[in-house]
């Protein structure tokens, strides 16, 4: 890995270094925190857990091949190679901020409420025409995932697509310190992580710290639809690139055709021309989602021919409005987070599939003191059209039966205490033909629902 040798890394890390001079200029093959990933040159990052020490492999680590361990112990000082730091965690962050700026890759930063891991993933695929883009996988997005992320980088990228997620005030400026984005991307200002952020205008604080960090000349692309995000009329004396469906914005979209649950088409329109093109993911937040990596292409120096091919080669991931055919279902995986503009989000999908359309739904998390009338919007929002069958488990879903019985009385409801009873219940809830979403926090395991379903002898 370019430039990172011993003794750079203890003066990244302000570290002190104990080596055998005969490495202290060897650069090290890759950085991993996972003991069990551990291979030949490598330098290993103990991180304490709240269950496991990851100092007590160190041993294990060098014996398996790792040139040099970060450690915040002492008594490892002189038994093996490594540099003593204050924190790891800290040392980590500090070495793939390093990192990135030595290898000089672009970098297109995603955050919002809402959206970040598919627009995220309609960047990488727009982008990928024109330039070798890695992007985050799955979650790593956090505080260790993002160094993770850079950490899989090297000289062949031309671009870097790293998502970015938060739940408190200072965590956005830990990430975009790191990263010191080209672009940044916002989805969206929603109801998430209220417990900590307060209301929407702290969501919209906390999200744009990410300003602090940008570089010189950067460009900012922000949901022009949305109400706080619109409200941002100047970043370090440029003009934000708007997109959405308002002709005002810079970036916006008509002629939209929902194609069922498999796609959606639509006219984008931007200050270099226009194309039409389908979406292969439902819903009209995949609309914002492409209007957002058009952005992203133009601003990148894509054609408008490119930027068409990469939308439409978009694919969707486990967990995030996955659709699974199973002979006599389709099952809409999307079991990975929920909050209440997801959870409308993919209901709204739900109502382009034929019947029976089929709502498993569960608690959604960190909504804070309004989290029952959140719960409760949820299902004001089924009264439009309910789905032909609802089945809930968690406690706060309660308040999404009653705002829908309430005005839909008759509406086919169950609900359940425990998870183990609705995934017992479903063979004799489900029926062939059924289209089933699946949506709840993580917490709630509602992957053990689809894969249940997966598994059904219908």
């Not at 330039?131 to 980088?153: E, S």
């Not at 929407?200 to 906390?206: I, T």
């Amino acid at each position: 890995m370019k430039s990172l040798t011993p003794a750079r890394m203890a003066q990244i890390c302000h570290g002190t270094l104990s080596c055998p001079e005969e490495i202290m200029e060897n650069e090290i093959t890759a950085v991993v925190t996972d003991s069990r990933r551990v291979e030949e040159g490598c330098l290993f990052v103990p991180i304490k857990g709240a269950k496991v020490d990851a100092h007590d492999f160190i041993p294990q680590v060098m014996e398996n091949g790792a040139m040099l361990t970060l450690t915040e112990r002492g008594d490892t000082v002189g038994e093996y190679p490594c540099i003593l730091v204050r924190s790891t965690v800290e040392a980590f962050q500090a070495l793939a901020k390093a990192y990135i700026e030595e290898l000089n890759t672009p970098v297109i930063s995603i955050t919002g409420s809402v959206g970040k891991t598919s627009t995220k993933e309609t960047v990488a695929a727009v982008l990928n025409q024109k330039y070798n883009t890695l992007k985050t996988l799955g979650n790593f997005n956090n505080d260790l995932g993002l160094p993770m992320t850079i950490f899989r980088l090297d000289q062949s990228h031309e671009r870097a697509v790293l998502e970015m997620g938060i739940s408190h005030f200072g965590d956005m400026t830990v990430l975009a310190n790191i990263a010191n984005p080209d672009i940044s991307v916002i989805t969206n200002i929603g109801s998430c992580h209220l417990e900590h952020l307060g209301d929407l205008d702290g969501v919209l604080k906390a999200k744009t710290e990410v300003f602090d960090f940008l570089k010189d000349g950067a460009c900012v692309v922000l949901n022009g639809d949305d109400a706080k995000l619109s409200t941002v009329k100047e970043v370090k004396g440029k003009k934000p690139y708007f997109f959405g469906l308002n002709p005002e914005n810079d970036f916006w979209a008509d002629e939209i055709c929902p194609a069922g649950i498999k796609g959606i088409a639509c006219h984008i329109h931007t200050p270099e021309g226009d194309f039409k093109v389908v979406v292969p993911q439902p819903g009209q937040h995949m609309v914002y989602n492409a209007l957002a990596a058009t952005a992203v292409g133009q601003l990148s120096g894509l054609s408008l021919d490119e930027i068409k091919q990469g939308i439409e080669k978009v694919e969707s991931i486990s967990g995030r409005f996955h659709i699974v055919e199973k002979e006599g279902l389709t099952i809409i995986n999307d079991c990975y987070n929920a909050n209440p503009m997801s959870m409308k989000a993919s209901l709204g999908i739900l109502r382009y599939a034929a019947p029976r359309r089929v709502a498993i739904l569960g608690d959604m998390g960190e909504l804070g003191k309004d989290e029952a009338a959140l719960h409760a919007s949820v299902g004001e929002f089924m009264t439009e059209q309910p789905p032909e069958l609802l089945i809930t488990c968690g406690e706060l879903t309660q308040y999404m039966v009653s705002a829908l019985t309430e005005k839909c009385p008759e509406a086919d409801v169950v609900s359940f205490d425990e998870l183990s009873e609705l995934i017992a219940s479903l063979q004799d809830l489900i029926q062939k033909g059924d289209t089933i979403l699946v949506k709840a926090s993580h917490f709630m395991q509602f992957d053990k629902v689809t894969e249940a379903l997966e598994n059904l002898d219908i």
